[in-house]
């Protein structure tokens, strides 16, 4: 029962209007692929870059977020603009949003060997939640609840906009990835709407010897009706092959996450996330899991062989 009970109350967290905040997909290792979370990103690495992350929050958990994600990015006309996709499907107990967006992004040269990016994204979402699946009670001859009488399967437009502008050992951006506030209902009369979600993005990269750099950034997001979160994050390179880091967000989740350099194309990340605001004597769900693959198809190859930090 206690199962089920967790299941209801993510249900109704989802759906109901009152504390629809933070909606969007949560992720620990964001600096990595920066385009999932703002446009102007994309094609900022100066060469096809495909990733594809898996996250699954609140391990133990029955009915926590899962969510999988694939990119894919490129500059094109003389690295002068980018173009990319990405595809998602975010699961959170028989609630389900599968989505494809369009980007297109705008890059300026300046001095410097820095860019400034305009960028901008394009596409819908589906959003499907199998509410008449809950159960709601236990007892057999309970009066049925009207608002988990129907099954809400609504296709939901969106647009997205960011700046971006970079060099070789700082970035700062701000987007609003979903500008549209879409409105989901059921017709047992339970509502949701999408709200807007700006983040801002800061990063720099401190060469400490030849060996070791240290890159801090910082993201910073909000939503009406949600506190501020804040994630303040520190990688330290190795050899420019292994990453290690330590990252705090302000809901009270320290999380360690490391990205190792197999090969000049190939990367891999993961992040482990420990939720500290569960009581003490409770372990269920203090845990998240996150995974991270990035291949790099160079036009260039000497462009591969560059480090790149973000």
Not at 160 to 165: A, D, K, T, V
Request: hydrophobic share 40%; net charge positive; aromatic share 14%.
């Amino acid at each position: 029962m206690k199962k089920k009970l967790l299941l209801i109350s993510t249900v109704l967290l989802a759906c109901t209007f009152e504390v629809f905040a933070q909606q969007d997909a949560l992720f620990s290792q964001y600096m990595f692929n920066m385009m999932l979370v703002n446009p102007a990103y994309t094609g900022s690495r100066d060469v096809l870059s495909v990733s594809a992350l898996y996250r699954k929050q609140w391990a133990n958990v029955p009915g926590s977020p899962e969510t999988m994600t694939f990119s894919a990015d490129s500059p094109i006309k003389n690295e002068k603009m980018g173009i990319g996709i990405s595809v998602f499907n975010d699961k959170i107990g028989v609630i389900m949003n599968t989505g494809f967006y369009a980007n297109y992004s705008y890059r300026i040269r300046l001095t410097n060997n820095s860019t400034l990016a305009m960028g901008v994204s394009v596409g819908l979402s589906n959003y499907k939640a199998e509410l008449g699946s809950v159960q709601v009670s236990n007892q057999a001859n309970a009066t049925p609840d009207m608002a988990f009488s129907s099954n809400p399967n609504k296709i939901l437009p969106n647009v997205g906009l960011g700046g971006y502008y970079s060099n070789d050992k700082f970035y700062i951006g701000l987007s609003l990835p979903h500008v549209l506030n879409n409105k989901i209902q059921n017709d047992g009369g339970l509502s949701a709407r999408q709200y807007r979600h700006s983040f801002l993005m800061s990063g720099y990269v401190f060469r400490l010897n030849e060996s070791f750099k240290l890159k801090p950034s910082i993201l910073v997001k909000h939503v009406a009706g949600s506190p501020v979160q804040l994630d303040l994050n520190a990688n330290v390179w190795l050899y420019d092959k292994f990453a290690l880091g330590f990252s705090y967000r302000s809901l009270a989740a320290p999380v360690i996450m490391a990205e190792v350099q197999i090969s000049d194309q190939f990367r891999f990340g993961y992040a482990f996330d420990y939720t500290t605001s569960i009581k003490p004597n409770e372990s269920f769900g203090r845990t998240s899991h996150e995974f991270l693959f990035r291949y790099e198809f160079g036009y260039d190859r000497g462009k591969i062989l560059t480090p790149r930090y973000f």
